[in-house]
């Protein structure tokens, strides 16, 4: 199946920082989606972003398909900023690649 | 508008006993998921259905892993007989191929086998 990289692991800020996750995978992709899954274990849709770039309040992303990666912006974060991030991409050459496959994610811990 | 509604919330166990979950998608959504999600993991699909028909459970360990959506509305995810690598949390999630498949996931739940 699609291979999927998330960096970096875990990320410290303090509040009001700025801050970029990546996402690298290994198919081309038709679907890709970031997630925030918040202390309490909900996992949140934040972007449906296959390609382009698309904004949300204090957050974007952008996806370069041609390139294989995916980037999540955070400004001036916030201490409910909190949790992991999980990018998903489903690739589409078809077969094993077809299901949306999450990364390990990105835990990120925003300090008042 | 509802979200995916999960039952239990939680869930304990002793090895070899059965449980079962069950989850309600968002009215309308065709494609409903369920998702495994172990400790400092990304969540790892199980099943996915179209409808009531199962697109993909290729991950699913079938000698003890059973799902079923009657009706192409709510769905039940059992384990008989529980192992303790199976200690979790069990995932749901629902998606509408108008909205783009964007996938909203349900509260999960955490399940423990001692």
């Known amino acids: 199946g699609i291979q999927v990289e998330q960096s970096p692991p875990d990320l410290i800020l303090q509040e009001g920082a700025n801050s970029t996750l990546r996402c690298n995978f290994s198919?081309?992709?038709?679907?890709l989606q970031w997630f925030h899954q918040n202390p309490w274990g909900q996992l949140i849709n934040l972007f449906y972003?296959?390609?382009g770039t698309k904004q949300n309040g204090r957050l974007s992303a952008t996806t370069v398909a041609t390139e294989r990666y995916s980037l999540l912006y955070i400004s001036s974060s916030q201490t409910t900023d909190s949790g992991v991030y999980f990018c998903?991409?489903?690739?589409?050459?078809?077969?094993?690649?077809?299901?949306?496959?999450f990364g390990k994610g990105t835990l990120l811990t925003v300090n008042p | 508008e509802a979200g995916v509604a999960q039952s239990p919330r939680y869930k304990i166990i002793e090895k070899r006993q059965s449980v079962a979950f069950w989850c309600n998608p968002i009215?309308?959504?065709?494609?409903l998921y369920w998702y495994q999600q172990i400790l400092g993991q990304g969540p790892k699909l199980l099943i996915q259905?179209?409808?009531?028909?199962?697109?993909?459970d290729s991950q699913l360990p079938k000698d003890r892993f059973s799902a079923e959506r009657l009706k192409g509305v709510d769905s039940t995810l059992k384990i008989q007989p529980a192992k303790l690598e199976d200690s979790a949390v069990y995932l749901c999630?629902?998606?509408?191929?108008?909205?783009?498949?964007?996938?909203?996931f349900g509260s999960g739940t955490q399940l423990s086998v001692l």
């Open positions: 198919d081309s992709v038709n679907n």
């Open positions: 972003i296959p390609s």
């Open positions: 999630a629902s998606s509408s191929q108008g909205a783009g498949e964007k996938l909203f």
């Open positions: 998903a991409p489903r690739g589409s050459s078809g077969g094993s690649n077809y299901k949306l496959t």
């Open positions: 259905f179209q409808n009531n028909g199962v697109v993909d």
């Open positions: 009215s309308g959504h065709a494609t």
